[in-house]
C-alpha cells in the first residue's frame, strides 16, 4: 500500500496510523459527527409538520366541500382528496425540513470556523483527479470513479463513497471543459462509462 508523505508536526513526530476501512463504514460515524455540528430538532420537525399537517386539512376541507356539493358521490371526494392532500403536504414538508437543515447546518459550521469560500484547484491527469485548497485536500485514482454525470452548474464524480461537484465556471474555457471529459472518458473503467454522461443536458 502505498502511504502519503507527511511533514513532521511543531514536536519533530509523524504519527501514522492503517486499518482495512469496510465500504460505508464512515457513514454512521459521520452521522454522529454532523449531529454535533448541528440538530436543529425543533425548526426541522415544524419546517415537516406545518405542510403535511395544512395539506391534510386542505385536502380534507376540499373533500367535505365537494361532497356538500354532489351528495351522491358519499364520502369518497373527502378521503381522495386529504390523501391527496396529505401527499402534497408530505413532499413539500421534506423539502422544506432539508433546506432548513441544510441552511442550518452551513451556518453552525461558519460559527465554527468554517469560510464561506474555498479557493479550491482541480487537477485531472492520468492518474486520477486532485482537488486542493488551503483546508481540505483529496485524491481520486481514476478507478474508484463510479461514474461522471452533468448537473445544472457542476460536473459530479462518484468514488466510492466520496462525491466530488466540479463547479463548471471553474474550467478557463469550453475547451478545458472538454479536455476533462475526454480525459475521464478515456480513464475510467468500462463499467463506470456505462453509467456515465460526457454530455451536458
Not at 422544506?96 to 482541480?122: D, E, I, K, N
Not at 486520477?128 to 457542476?154: C, K, M, Q
Amino acid at each position: 500500500m502505498n502511504r502519503p508523505e507527511w511533514q513532521a508536526g511543531a514536536m519533530g513526530e509523524v504519527v501514522e496510523a492503517q486499518a482495512e476501512v469496510k465500504l460505508g463504514e464512515a457513514i454512521k460515524p459521520a452521522a454522529e459527527a454532523q449531529a454535533r455540528v448541528y440538530r436543529g430538532e425543533i425548526a426541522g420537525t415544524v419546517a415537516l409538520a406545518l405542510p403535511f399537517v395544512g395539506g391534510i386539512v386542505a385536502g380534507t376541507a376540499a373533500g367535505m366541500a365537494v361532497s356538500a356539493w354532489y351528495p351522491q358521490w358519499g364520502s369518497w371526494p373527502t378521503s381522495i382528496l386529504s390523501i391527496a392532500g396529505m401527499t402534497i403536504g408530505l413532499f413539500v414538508g421534506l423539502r422544506a425540513y432539508a433546506h432548513q437543515h441544510s441552511r442550518g447546518f452551513l451556518a453552525a459550521l461558519c460559527r465554527m470556523g468554517s469560510p464561506p469560500l474555498f479557493a479550491t484547484r482541480f487537477r485531472f491527469g492520468p492518474e486520477g483527479i486532485e482537488t486542493v485548497n488551503e483546508r481540505v485536500s483529496h485524491r481520486i485514482a481514476w478507478p474508484a470513479v463510479l461514474f461522471v454525470v452533468p448537473s445544472r452548474d457542476h460536473w459530479l464524480v462518484q468514488a466510492d463513497t466520496l462525491t466530488i461537484a466540479i463547479p463548471r465556471r471553474a474550467f478557463a474555457d469550453p475547451a478545458a471543459e472538454q479536455a476533462f471529459l475526454e480525459l475521464a472518458e478515456a480513464s475510467i473503467s468500462e463499467e463506470a462509462r456505462s453509467r456515465s454522461v460526457f454530455k451536458s443536458h
